[in-house]
Protein backbone atom coordinates (compact mmCIF):
# COMPACT_ATOMS: atom_id res chain seq x y z
CA UNK A 1 0.00 0.00 0.00
CA UNK A 2 0.95 3.52 -0.90
CA UNK A 3 -0.04 5.72 1.80
CA UNK A 4 -0.16 9.49 1.87
CA UNK A 5 0.39 11.16 5.01
CA UNK A 6 -0.31 14.52 5.21
CA UNK A 7 -0.44 17.94 7.84
CA UNK A 8 -1.41 21.50 8.80
CA UNK A 9 -2.73 22.78 5.31
CA UNK A 10 -4.48 26.03 7.37
CA UNK A 11 -6.75 27.04 4.72
CA UNK A 12 -3.93 27.18 1.98
CA UNK A 13 -6.34 25.45 -0.67
CA UNK A 14 -3.09 26.09 -3.98
CA UNK A 15 -0.60 24.01 -2.07
CA UNK A 16 -3.33 21.46 -0.98
CA UNK A 17 -4.50 21.57 -4.19
CA UNK A 18 -0.95 20.82 -5.85
CA UNK A 19 -0.38 17.60 -3.02
CA UNK A 20 -3.32 16.53 -4.19
CA UNK A 21 -1.55 16.54 -7.69
CA UNK A 22 1.14 14.94 -6.62
CA UNK A 23 -0.68 12.55 -4.52
CA UNK A 24 -2.31 11.12 -7.58
CA UNK A 25 0.39 11.34 -9.82
CA UNK A 26 2.20 9.12 -7.48
CA UNK A 27 -0.77 7.05 -7.25
CA UNK A 28 -1.02 7.13 -3.77
CA UNK A 29 -3.96 4.56 -2.46
CA UNK A 30 -5.16 5.81 0.88
CA UNK A 31 -4.48 9.56 2.46
CA UNK A 32 -4.44 10.40 5.85
CA UNK A 33 -4.82 14.42 7.09
CA UNK A 34 -3.67 14.96 10.53
CA UNK A 35 -5.10 17.95 11.60
CA UNK A 36 -5.28 21.72 11.14
CA UNK A 37 -6.93 22.19 8.40
CA UNK A 38 -8.09 25.55 9.58
CA UNK A 39 -6.44 29.26 11.15
CA UNK A 40 -3.64 31.00 9.35
CA UNK A 41 -5.02 30.20 5.42
CA UNK A 42 -7.57 32.36 3.61
CA UNK A 43 -9.66 29.17 2.14
CA UNK A 44 -11.07 26.82 5.18
CA UNK A 45 -14.02 25.96 3.84
CA UNK A 46 -12.74 25.01 0.10
CA UNK A 47 -9.77 22.81 1.74
CA UNK A 48 -12.59 21.31 3.98
CA UNK A 49 -14.59 20.65 0.83
CA UNK A 50 -11.46 19.04 -1.12
CA UNK A 51 -10.81 16.72 1.97
CA UNK A 52 -14.68 15.23 1.79
CA UNK A 53 -14.36 15.31 -1.91
CA UNK A 54 -11.43 12.80 -1.91
CA UNK A 55 -12.36 10.77 1.39
CA UNK A 56 -9.27 11.56 2.98
CA UNK A 57 -9.86 10.08 6.59
CA UNK A 58 -8.60 12.93 9.27
CA UNK A 59 -7.76 13.50 12.80
CA UNK A 60 -8.72 16.89 15.04
CA UNK A 61 -6.20 19.24 15.43
CA UNK A 62 -5.25 22.50 17.86
CA UNK A 63 -7.34 24.59 15.34
CA UNK A 64 -10.45 22.37 15.16
CA UNK A 65 -10.41 21.90 18.87
CA UNK A 66 -10.68 25.38 19.35
CA UNK A 67 -14.16 25.11 17.54
CA UNK A 68 -15.44 23.28 19.97
CA UNK A 69 -13.86 23.65 23.39
CA UNK A 70 -13.65 27.54 23.65
CA UNK A 71 -11.29 27.27 26.73
CA UNK A 72 -8.62 26.23 24.59
CA UNK A 73 -8.75 29.55 22.61
CA UNK A 74 -6.64 31.03 26.08
CA UNK A 75 -3.77 28.82 24.96
CA UNK A 76 -3.10 30.25 21.46
CA UNK A 77 -0.95 34.00 20.88
CA UNK A 78 -3.47 36.18 19.46
CA UNK A 79 -2.29 36.34 15.46
CA UNK A 80 -3.20 32.46 15.93
CA UNK A 81 -6.37 33.86 17.76
CA UNK A 82 -7.50 36.41 15.71
CA UNK A 83 -6.68 33.67 12.51
CA UNK A 84 -8.72 31.16 14.06
CA UNK A 85 -11.75 33.86 14.68
CA UNK A 86 -11.84 34.57 10.89
CA UNK A 87 -11.51 31.28 9.63
CA UNK A 88 -14.43 29.74 11.75
CA UNK A 89 -16.69 32.99 10.14
CA UNK A 90 -15.53 31.38 6.85
CA UNK A 91 -16.87 28.26 7.40
CA UNK A 92 -20.52 26.81 6.72
CA UNK A 93 -22.16 24.97 9.37
CA UNK A 94 -21.70 21.73 7.91
CA UNK A 95 -17.84 21.99 8.13
CA UNK A 96 -18.18 22.84 11.50
CA UNK A 97 -20.22 20.09 12.16
CA UNK A 98 -17.86 17.86 10.55
CA UNK A 99 -14.84 19.25 12.13
CA UNK A 100 -16.31 18.86 15.63
CA UNK A 101 -16.97 15.11 15.31
CA UNK A 102 -13.46 14.12 13.96
CA UNK A 103 -11.65 11.83 16.62
CA UNK A 104 -7.86 13.00 18.11
CA UNK A 105 -5.94 10.16 16.80
CA UNK A 106 -6.76 7.20 14.31
CA UNK A 107 -5.49 3.92 13.85
CA UNK A 108 -4.88 1.92 11.08
CA UNK A 109 -3.25 -1.61 10.67
CA UNK A 110 0.28 -0.66 12.20
CA UNK A 111 -0.10 3.17 12.46
CA UNK A 112 -1.43 5.57 14.54
CA UNK A 113 -2.00 9.24 13.34
CA UNK A 114 -2.58 12.20 15.59
CA UNK A 115 -1.70 15.62 15.66
CA UNK A 116 0.98 16.68 18.31
CA UNK A 117 1.97 14.04 20.16
CA UNK A 118 1.32 10.25 20.46
CA UNK A 119 -0.95 8.61 21.66
CA UNK A 120 -3.63 11.25 21.42
CA UNK A 121 -2.84 14.49 22.15
CA UNK A 122 -3.48 17.56 19.61
CA UNK A 123 -1.31 20.34 21.82
CA UNK A 124 1.69 18.38 22.68
CA UNK A 125 4.48 19.64 21.00
CA UNK A 126 7.20 16.66 20.29
CA UNK A 127 10.63 19.47 21.25
CA UNK A 128 8.52 19.46 24.51
CA UNK A 129 9.01 15.43 25.53
CA UNK A 130 12.07 14.37 27.34
CA UNK A 131 14.15 11.44 25.79
CA UNK A 132 12.17 9.57 29.05
CA UNK A 133 9.03 10.15 27.87
CA UNK A 134 9.47 9.26 24.51
CA UNK A 135 11.06 5.65 25.57
CA UNK A 136 7.71 5.08 27.65
CA UNK A 137 5.35 6.62 24.43
CA UNK A 138 7.63 3.82 22.29
CA UNK A 139 7.42 0.86 24.83
CA UNK A 140 3.55 1.44 25.49
CA UNK A 141 2.92 1.89 21.58
CA UNK A 142 1.52 -1.21 19.49
CA UNK A 143 2.14 0.48 16.46
CA UNK A 144 5.45 0.48 14.15
CA UNK A 145 5.12 3.92 13.53
CA UNK A 146 3.18 6.93 14.58
CA UNK A 147 3.31 10.11 12.18
CA UNK A 148 2.73 13.70 13.85
CA UNK A 149 2.19 17.20 12.36
CA UNK A 150 1.74 20.29 14.64
CA UNK A 151 5.12 21.66 14.44
CA UNK A 152 4.97 22.76 10.57
CA UNK A 153 8.26 20.73 10.69
CA UNK A 154 10.20 17.26 9.32
CA UNK A 155 11.55 15.04 12.08
CA UNK A 156 12.16 11.16 12.35
CA UNK A 157 12.42 9.90 16.02
CA UNK A 158 13.64 6.02 16.02
CA UNK A 159 13.31 3.88 18.83
CA UNK A 160 15.68 0.72 18.68
CA UNK A 161 17.23 -1.28 21.53
CA UNK A 162 15.69 1.01 23.74
CA UNK A 163 17.73 3.93 22.14
CA UNK A 164 15.73 7.03 20.76
CA UNK A 165 17.87 8.36 17.73
CA UNK A 166 16.73 11.62 16.61
CA UNK A 167 17.18 12.40 12.79
CA UNK A 168 15.74 15.67 10.10
CA UNK A 169 14.32 14.35 7.45
CA UNK A 170 14.73 16.34 3.84
CA UNK A 171 13.38 15.64 0.38
CA UNK A 172 13.73 11.91 -0.77
CA UNK A 173 13.83 8.40 0.10
CA UNK A 174 14.23 7.36 3.71
CA UNK A 175 14.19 3.16 4.24
CA UNK A 176 12.89 1.92 7.25
CA UNK A 177 13.75 -0.84 9.48
CA UNK A 178 10.77 -2.85 10.39
CA UNK A 179 12.43 -4.15 13.52
CA UNK A 180 12.34 -0.60 14.96
CA UNK A 181 9.62 1.81 16.09
CA UNK A 182 9.13 5.40 14.32
CA UNK A 183 7.64 8.72 15.53
CA UNK A 184 7.21 10.58 12.46
CA UNK A 185 6.96 14.60 11.87
CA UNK A 186 5.74 14.96 8.69
CA UNK A 187 5.82 18.66 7.99
CA UNK A 188 3.18 21.30 6.75
CA UNK A 189 1.25 21.32 3.83
CA UNK A 190 0.09 25.24 4.19
CA UNK A 191 2.63 26.76 6.18
CA UNK A 192 6.39 24.99 6.90
CA UNK A 193 8.74 26.35 9.05
CA UNK A 194 11.58 24.38 8.21
CA UNK A 195 13.45 27.00 5.65
CA UNK A 196 11.77 25.84 2.33
CA UNK A 197 8.79 27.14 1.39
CA UNK A 198 7.14 24.44 -0.80
CA UNK A 199 4.29 21.94 0.78
CA UNK A 200 5.85 19.10 2.52
CA UNK A 201 3.95 15.21 3.28
CA UNK A 202 4.89 11.93 3.30
CA UNK A 203 4.19 8.88 1.01
CA UNK A 204 4.62 5.61 2.49
CA UNK A 205 5.35 2.45 0.87
CA UNK A 206 4.21 -0.26 3.44
CA UNK A 207 5.51 -3.12 0.48
CA UNK A 208 9.02 -1.47 0.92
CA UNK A 209 9.37 -0.03 3.92
CA UNK A 210 10.43 3.49 2.87
CA UNK A 211 9.15 6.62 3.20
CA UNK A 212 9.42 9.24 0.73
CA UNK A 213 9.38 12.99 1.73
CA UNK A 214 7.65 14.80 -0.86
CA UNK A 215 8.57 19.06 -1.03
CA UNK A 216 5.62 20.48 -3.73
CA UNK A 217 5.82 23.86 -5.39
CA UNK A 218 3.29 26.03 -5.14
CA UNK A 219 2.52 29.83 -6.30
CA UNK A 220 3.46 31.63 -2.51
CA UNK A 221 3.20 34.99 -3.63
CA UNK A 222 -0.68 33.97 -4.48
CA UNK A 223 -1.52 32.98 -1.16
CA UNK A 224 0.23 35.70 0.34
CA UNK A 225 -2.23 37.82 -1.46
CA UNK A 226 -4.94 36.05 -0.56
CA UNK A 227 -4.25 35.80 3.19
CA UNK A 228 -3.86 40.37 3.04
CA UNK A 229 -6.94 40.57 0.81
CA UNK A 230 -9.28 38.28 3.55
CA UNK A 231 -8.06 40.61 6.76
CA UNK A 232 -6.15 37.65 8.15
CA UNK A 233 -2.94 38.66 10.29
CA UNK A 234 0.25 39.52 8.19
CA UNK A 235 2.60 37.79 9.64
CA UNK A 236 0.71 34.67 8.39
CA UNK A 237 1.73 35.59 5.12
CA UNK A 238 5.18 36.34 5.83
CA UNK A 239 5.73 33.53 7.13
CA UNK A 240 5.19 32.03 3.93
CA UNK A 241 8.45 33.33 2.26
Not at 211 to 220: A, G, I, N, S, T
Request: include cysteine.
Amino acid sequence: MRLAILSDIHGNLDAFKNVLKDMEDLKADRAVCLGDMIGYGPQPEESIKLIREHSISCVKGNHEMALTEPLLQRWFNPAALESINKSITMLSNKSISYLSQLQSSLVIDKFRFVHGCPPDSYLLYLFQISENKLKRIFQESGEWISFVGHTHDLRLITFMKQSVIYKPLHHGIVHLDPEAKYIINIGSVGQPRDGNNTAKYVILDTNACTLDVRYVPYDVSLVYNKIIAAGLPRVHAERLL
